[in-house]
């Protein structure tokens, strides 16, 4: 048989090492031994002895912040042994190791997966107020291992060193060491008062030193503004760890 669909950039790459790593841009592969998370209903195929739990609300705490924040990632872990492909909805996937010391805000909807050495936790996105129709909280993680997110569209990373300014709804991720606020982007006047609007009536002010990763696409509201729609679409936090 004989197609370009069997050309060598559409077969399974091959690895002799466990772990996370890109099958192609739009699909992530795990060379599972031993166990990792990711986000439920993700799995495209596996091959191997695997097995996928479902996590429950992973201690008191976490409880209520998903409930509070509607913010989060709906988890499953996975261990055994074999390969796993994960993809969600053909965005592009994107790998980002972490080291001691490191530590990365991103929104909830585009956490794909990640080692299960990483911790977790959710945190409110300072600076912001109650005008974010992006959502107060962010999940945080720290911790040693790699981790995977998807944008819509290939992004850019900004170095933060100067006064940046990104619509929340483009911004994907950003060192958590950045300072975060709020920034009105439309100018007051006769236009504004009759309902005229440029479409950008305010962004999210970053300062310090760092990065932030801004994708080509405008995801519609996470966080407290879109909690009850994430809930419903299996957007609220399954915690973690107890």
């Not at 912040?65 to 509607?70: F, V």
């Not at 996937?93 to 909830?108: F, K, R």
């Not at 002010?205 to 990763?213: H, I, K, L, R, T």
Request: charged residues 15%; aromatic residues 8%.
């Amino acid at each position: 048989m004989r197609s370009a669909l069997f050309a060598a950039e559409n077969m399974e790459k091959e690895s002799q090492q466990p772990g996370l790593r890109l099958q192609n841009s739009k699909m992530l592969k795990a060379e599972l031994n031993g166990e990792m998370m990711a986000r439920t209903g993700t799995m495209v195929a596996y091959q191997g002895q695997v097995q996928f739990q479902a996590l429950g609300s992973g201690g008191v705490g976490k409880w209520l912040k998903q409930k509070l924040t509607g913010e989060g990632v709906p988890l499953m872990k996975i261990s055994g042994r074999g390969d796993v492909f994960f993809a969600d909805r053909a965005s592009d996937v994107h790998l980002i190791d972490l080291e001691p010391g490191d530590a990365i805000s991103i929104n909830g909807a585009n956490v794909l997966a990640f080692d299960s050495t990483l911790q977790y936790d959710i945190k409110m996105v300072q600076g912001m107020g109650v005008m974010s129709s992006a959502g107060l909280f962010n999940c945080v993680f720290t911790g040693h291992g790699r981790l995977a997110i998807t944008t819509k569209g290939s992004p850019v990373v900004l170095a933060v060193d100067q006064p940046t300014y990104v619509d929340p709804q483009a911004a994907i991720c950003w060192s958590a060491s950045l300072q975060t606020g709020y920034h009105r982007a439309d100018q007051l006047g006769l236009g504004t008062l009759i309902g005229r609007t440029t479409g950008e009536a305010f962004t999210m002010s970053f300062a310090g030193q760092g990065f932030v990763v801004v994708q080509p696409s405008e995801e519609p509201p996470q966080g407290i503004a879109g909690g009850a729609q994430n809930q419903q679409s299996g957007g609220a936090l399954g915690g973690l760890f107890s």
